[in-house]
């Protein structure tokens, strides 16, 4: 069972539509400057383009009702070391929201499968910055985005890709969200002189793979998410203890809201015996384990409705 978290819904299709009704970020705007003339059929397609002589890919999902005559929310999805795309869409949902989501693929790392910018097992070629900057571009060339109204959502390596775009490229996103982040010490490079972001985050407890404390992965050591959205709220300037909140029995919210960047806002969930998996995947059908106790897509996409960019 998915349990309601602050009148969020489970992750059937129903339920995030009532979410998005009832959310900021789920309504388009109207604006006069989107002179877009793309006809784009509502799915998904798969679409390549070239950065600094690399091939690149990535699925582009068009919602249903899309409107080229009005902004809509944008939202760039990464997926996890070794994962595919569609396998990424397909456990996450986030293909029901009511947004253009844009699906990047990374590429085949030293291990020799999917992964980004920032591990320790990146393909010496990856330009995952760069690949961004080319996805946002082509993407607002061919459909009406709003631009205000712009996210990045990345699991494990790509969590740890969309902490480093929050430091790399500040100005292009509203706000960000992590699911079990692989946060390696590149991850941080840029971070210093960085302005204060808007940051959800997920982690379980139990998480065998990426540990909830941090510790030693290929050989390099990555930093505990405790620790990691300690320096989100400090770049925000956030006060240093968080409201805690139980939200079930297994699950507890940890959120900065007082922070002296206006609008920032820093929330963590953290999942007790929770593991190395998507809270409240779209696939799986029993509900049973701690990590499913709680819908991510649900969450982040109220998070992202009450972070438009200023």
């Not at 999917?114 to 393909?123: C, D, E």
């Not at 300690?230 to 409201?243: K, L």
Request: glycine share 10%; aromatic share 8%.
């Amino acid at each position: 069972m998915v349990v309601s978290v602050l009148g969020i819904s489970g992750l059937g299709v129903a339920g995030l539509g009532a979410t998005a009704a009832a959310s900021p970020a789920g309504a388009v705007t109207e604006v006069a400057a989107c002179t877009t003339r793309t006809a784009l059929a509502p799915g998904t397609t798969v679409r390549t383009t070239k950065v600094k002589g690399v091939k690149r890919s990535y699925r582009l999902h068009i919602p249903q009702g899309y409107n080229r005559s009005r902004a809509n929310p944008l939202i760039l999805a990464y997926h996890g070391h070794a994962e595919n795309t569609a396998a990424f869409e397909r456990y996450t949902g986030l293909s029901r929201l009511p947004a253009i989501v844009v699906y990047p693929t990374g590429l085949a790392g030293t291990d020799g499968t999917s992964s980004w910018q920032g591990a320790p097992y990146s393909a010496p070629k990856a330009d995952d910055i760069a690949f961004t900057s080319a996805i946002l571009r082509e993407v607002r060339g061919l459909a009406c985005v709003d631009r205000a109204r712009t996210y990045a959502v990345g699991r494990s390596n790509g969590g740890g890709l969309v902490s480093m775009l929050t430091c790399r490229l500040p100005r292009e996103f509203a706000a960000y969200a992590v699911v079990n982040p692989a946060l390696y010490a590149q991850t941080w490079r840029a971070c210093p002189s960085a302005p204060p972001a808007s940051v959800i985050s997920f982690h379980g407890t139990a998480d065998p793979v990426i540990h909830y404390a941090g510790g030693v992965r290929f050989g390099s050591r990555y930093t505990g998410i405790a620790d990691a959205t300690q320096t989100w709220a400090r770049r925000a300037g956030c006060v240093p203890v968080p409201i805690t909140t139980p939200v079930n029995g297994v699950v507890v919210r940890e959120n900065w809201p007082l922070c002296s960047s206006l609008g920032e806002e820093i929330v963590h969930y953290r999942i007790s015996g929770g593991s190395h998996l998507w809270p409240g995947s779209a696939v799986r059908t029993s509900r049973t384990g701690p990590s499913d106790s709680i819908s991510a897509t649900s969450l982040i996409w109220q998070f992202f409705g009450r972070h438009p960019a200023f």
